[in-house]
Every structure is written in C-alpha cells, then in structure tokens.
C-alpha cells in the first residue's frame, strides 16, 4: 500500500508517493536526476534547481498529458501537488452553485500567472476549464506563451493578457463586457526583498544546505514580494473587484499566513462584499488557505452561472 500525503485534496493526483519509474517512462529525462534515498527508495534531491524543474516536467507530463514545459532560470518552480490543490478547492466552491456538479467550460481569470503557467495547466486538464492569464512581466509572459504554444489544443483554452499598469490588478485585464465564474491569484507574500531572502535562507536551513546554494522553487521580484507583502496586495485586489463585482462571480487569493486574514476580512466588509468563505488546504506540515468573496447573493450567483451555460 503506498503511503498518501496527508490533507491533499480527495481529487489531487498526488495523494501518493511519487512513482519516479513511471515519471521517468513519459519524461526520460529526469532519469539523470535519480538519486537514491538512504532507505534505497529513488528520489530526487530537493535542493537542486535543475533536478526540482525537471521532477515538474515529469509531473505535468504524466499527469496533465502537457508535452512542452520549461521556465526561464531564475523564474518560480511551483510545488505541483499545492498548486493543484487550489485548483480542486475551487471546483468544489463553483459546484456549490451550480447543484453539487462541478462545471465544465468555466472561464477563470489568473491574476499573476507566471512563467510556470501552473494553474491554466492543470485546471484545463482536470476540468476544461477556459483561463485568461495577466501577467506584468515580459519574460515570464514570453514563456507562458511558449507554453500554450508548444502544447496542441492549449490555444483554445488559455489566453494571455499583458497588465501593462504595474499599480493595477484586474484593472486592464477585465474587459468592458467579459464575465468570469471566478479569479485566482498567488499574491507575492513578502513585504520586501531583504524578507524574501530571509524566507529562502530558512527554506534551504530546512533542507540542510548552505548559505551559497540557489533557492530550489527560485522567484523573480513580482513573484515573491511587493510593497507591503501580501496584505497590501490582497486590500488591493478587494478595493479593486468591487468594480466589478457584476462581472466576477468569487474572486479568491492564496492567503499564506492565518494572522493575515482578520485584516481582510475587515477590507471586505468595507467595499460590502455579499459572501466570503474561507478554504482550508493542507500540504503535509505546510498548511495554507485561500478567501473567496462575491458581490453576488446565492440566488444571483445561480443565476449568473445558468446565463452562462
């Protein structure tokens, strides 16, 4: 029986341990960065950039059937089995309002996509759902699109639009009659760079590696942290969606730390949001959460998603 990560998602794939034989069969080349655990088990070392890009290849590859994926060095290497969870939350929170069933063809805005183009992936795998990506940073937006392009079937399922205004989150982004069954956003969480190195320094203590070595998961500037850290981003992404409330069913953001919340909440009952709920995600010891708000009552949402199908 193999053994499954505690507090994952029922749907996530990677409820159990890896199979590295059968990673390695749909992406040969992670062969090259097999490494034998002291229990004879083969692995990967987690502290290694190069050997961490290539296990998500692997990932994506085996699971989500995406037969072209490479970042930029330097760029953000997302954990996979995380990310997906937050996808899988989501449909259940969309299911809610549409009779317990998820539904198929959703259109979901991802505020801050990334070079990585990790959440569009998967959600248009595990439910065809239609995603638009933002995303402020040309490189990052240059890979994102070498992506959908290198993958068959991806241009009808993902866009991309540049956010030209770097003091705007869904402003530019949401056109003037688009509606969307809801936004998801991992809002960069450190409030300054000094912060975000502190937060890689305990990353790599807690691997056991010295101070030289790169961080494994990467980031540029706008992934992990902006002008104070994720509260200010998120009171921006709230104070924002309030235009467009009639457009966006539930808008969400990761929230990385609890402490953060009662904050938010407040912001949120400032611009008069209708509902908010809070999802609970678990990774291992890593625990996490996302927030979810509408403008909408339940009998309006309803009826936004059957004007839609």
């Not at 059968?22 to 083969?42: H, K, R, Y």
């Not at 970042?71 to 969309?94: K, M, T, W």
């Not at 991806?154 to 869904?170: A, G, W, Y």
Request: hydrophobic share 35%.
């Amino acid at each position: 029986m193999t053994a499954q990560k505690p507090g994952l998602h029922p749907r996530n794939r990677h409820r159990s341990r890896y199979d590295m034989k059968a990673l390695c069969q749909s992406c040969p080349p992670l062969q090259d960065f097999i490494v034998q655990t002291p229990a004879g088990e083969p692995s990967v070392n987690f502290a290694d950039p190069l050997a961490v890009k290539m296990l998500n290849k692997a990932l994506l590859a085996h699971f989500y059937g995406v037969t072209h994926w490479d970042i930029p060095e330097g760029f953000l290497c997302p954990p996979v089995p995380g990310r997906a969870d937050y996808i899988h939350h989501l449909a259940d929170l969309l299911a809610e309002d549409h009779d317990g069933v998820i539904p198929q063809q959703a259109t979901v805005l991802d505020i801050g996509t990334g070079a990585n183009l990790i959440y569009p992936l998967i959600g248009v795998h595990e439910y065809h759902w239609r995603f638009t990506g933002s995303e402020i940073n040309p490189q990052a937006f240059a890979s994102a699109q070498a992506i959908i392009n290198g993958n068959p079937g991806l241009t009808r399922q993902i866009r991309l639009r540049r956010q030209k205004e770097s003091q705007s989150i869904f402003h530019g982004v949401i056109h003037k009659n688009e509606t969307y069954d809801a936004t998801l956003c991992n809002p960069p969480f450190h409030d300054s760079a000094e912060s975000a190195r502190a937060g890689g320094e305990r990353k790599r203590r807690n691997l056991g590696l010295g101070a030289d070595s790169g961080l494994n998961f990467g980031g540029q500037q706008q992934e992990l942290w902006c002008e104070g850290g994720e509260v200010a981003f998120i009171k921006q992404m709230i104070a924002e969606s309030k235009e467009f409330g009639r457009q966006v069913m539930w808008f969400t953001s990761l929230v990385s730390k609890g402490e953060n919340l009662p904050p938010l909440y407040r912001a949120l009952t400032d611009v008069g949001a209708v509902k908010v709920v809070k999802k609970e995600m678990a990774q291992g010891q890593k625990q996490s959460r996302f927030i979810a708000w509408s403008f909408m009552d339940d009998d309006q949402r309803r009826r936004f998603l059957a004007r839609k199908r």
